[in-house]
């Protein structure tokens, strides 16, 4: 049974495989001289070679998907190499005409909605292809072939963008471009049309299909957004508000304002209620410290929020997964985000609310929560949070010092190949600011060249270097159970670390990634706990 979900264009529909298999060549019926006879995908997993079609030559590199309806003069030729690896699935499918009680009626289908090149990320397409052409399936079960057939064209239909649709793409998002740093002046759809090197009709049709809106309409909100964004952020005057953002009529902006939102520029500026989105889990973190529950953020699991999880990058290289239409039904009035993330985020969603970046690396959490704290009027709140956990915190640190005395410590991440030494930022922070615990020299000679906890965060060593950090406790993170069987081998074969005195006075402690990664309040309150539990065993 398919646990995918069914795609429309696959409603009524049944499927005759006609070819599956894998080899190190194509097959011979692929050699340009007969149009095809069904529709083929093709997936070459290994190798390189050159795929004609309709006698026109194209690009064959590994990891190509393609698909091919009938009738297309398809020729394949791969470098003869031994690890050559091409996947050829080639069906006929067929939709329901009509249905009666005395049987149903169908119809061959010639098209498909995808043809040429693919673009697909993720690799759970390979899985059906690798299922198809083991063939075990057709031959054992014909019905469990057609029904992996179906889920892979399901995917290809949810994920996949033909090629030359890129190109598409790349004009559009110039436009988009043009828009976000020119919302101030007077911009014309001939304008935009021009630029994306498109018919202004057609510009219009595609720009109103990707982004749901009229370019007109994408540029107002645009324009709305930023003067909110000034109204929660700056003591400007409204008539200065309008200037800024491209209009020359107080009066008018302010009835465009309230046409765009439902309410005026003065009234958006004395909302409590404001409808929040987090991009950020910290910064998720931080507004629910401060009694605010975002309609929908990305979360970390050590906070108790219940709310709308989005699956979001944390760095600005990472994919973004989520559709603009997840953050509309939202109706935010108000995106925080890092700093790190704006520039993936303006692309996506600058026109859906006002998006206000908080430092990331250039501030440490106090900073971080005071300044989120001024953004939605709690200053209060942070108050109260910050000397509620200084008090927690010397309360935790006499205890600690009456234990232990004056002792050091030493914080080192184990993440795949690299071995990191932490600063008083991210895992340091408890043990070097909230319990004052002392630093190995060479992590503090780097600290005092930054503001303590930002600039600095840690620095990357090879394992014999562990000897220019001795400290009476040693805590280590280890991001997968790799790393940790990394360190493992390490403690027991290299001397300099069975030499540390953290190893030899048997107070080495691992401390879990997940948890101790978290720089944010709810996040350190719980660190401080377990750091608690940890020194005074």
Not at 12 to 29: C, L, M, N, R
Not at 168 to 195: F, W
Request: proline content about 5%; hydrophobic content about 40%; glycine content about 4%.
């Amino acid at each position: 049974m398919s646990t995918l979900d069914h795609h429309y264009w696959l409603k009524d529909v049944i499927f005759e495989i006609g070819y599956t298999g894998k080899g190190i060549q194509a097959p011979s019926w692929v050699d340009g001289s007969t149009p095809l006879a069904r529709h083929t995908l093709l997936y070459l997993a290994k190798g390189a070679g050159k795929l004609t079609i309709n006698g026109q030559p194209c690009s064959f590199e590994r990891d190509s998907l393609s698909i091919y309806p009938p009738g297309k003069f398809l020729s394949v030729e791969l470098a003869v190499e031994p690890d050559n690896e091409l996947y050829v699935v080639s069906f006929d499918w067929f939709r329901l005409t009509e249905q009666t009680d005395a049987g149903r009626s169908y119809r061959r289908e010639l098209s498909f909605p995808l043809e040429g090149r693919l673009q697909l990320s993720g690799s759970l397409f390979k899985r059906y292809m690798y299922l198809l052409a083991a063939g075990e399936d057709q031959s054992r079960s014909p019905l469990l072939a057609q029904q992996h057939l179906s889920d892979l064209l399901q995917i290809l239909l949810r994920h996949a963008v033909p090629a030359s649709a890129i190109n598409l793409s790349d004009r559009l998002r110039s436009t988009l471009d043009y828009m976000q740093n020119h919302y101030r002046e007077e911009i014309r759809v001939d304008k935009l049309a021009e630029l994306a090197r498109l018919h202004p009709s057609y510009y219009s049709q595609i720009f109103k299909k990707a982004m749901d809106k009229t370019p007109v309409s994408y540029l107002t909100h645009l324009r709305m957004n930023k003067a909110k964004e000034m109204l929660l952020t700056t003591d400007k005057p409204v008539n200065d508000i309008a200037a800024d953002v491209g209009y020359v009529d107080e009066f008018y902006f302010s009835r465009r304002f309230k046409e765009t939102n439902g309410y005026s520029p003065t009234i958006f500026t004395k909302k409590q209620d404001l409808n929040i989105i987090s991009l950020s889990s910290p910064y998720t973190d931080h507004l629910f410290t401060l009694g605010l529950v975002p309609c929908a953020a990305q979360v970390h699991r050590f906070m108790p929020l219940v709310t709308k999880v989005l699956t979001l990058p944390k760095h600005e290289s990472d994919p973004w997964e989520t559709s603009r239409q997840a953050f509309s039904d939202m109706q935010p009035d108000l995106i925080v985000c890092k700093d790190n993330v704006l520039a993936k985020a303006k692309a996506h969603i600058n026109d859906i609310a006002p998006i206000v970046p908080i430092p990331w690396a250039s501030k440490d959490i106090y900073t971080h929560h005071c300044e989120i704290a001024e953004l939605v009027d709690r200053r209060q709140e942070a108050l109260h949070w910050v000397d509620a956990h200084n008090r927690n915190a010397d309360r935790i640190r006499k205890k600690v010092k009456a234990s232990v005395g004056e002792a050091s410590a030493a914080i080192c991440v184990v993440r795949k190949n690299d071995l990191r030494m932490y600063g008083t930022r991210n895992i340091g922070h408890v043990f070097y600011r909230s319990l004052g615990m002392a630093m190995p020299d060479r992590i503090a000679n780097d600290q005092a060249k930054h503001r303590i906890g930002t600039g600095f965060n840690w620095m990357s060593i090879k394992p014999d270097e562990i000897t220019d950090f001795e400290s009476d406790y040693m805590f280590l993170v280890c991001e997968t159970m790799l790393d940790h069987q990394r360190v493992l081998h390490l403690l027991a074969t290299n001397p300099n670390w069975k030499k540390h005195p953290a190893v030899r006075g048997q107070k080495l402690r691992f401390l879990d990634w997940e948890k101790w990664i978290v720089y944010a309040p709810q996040g350190i309150d719980q660190q401080l706990e377990e750091a608690e539990r940890l020194l005074l065993v």
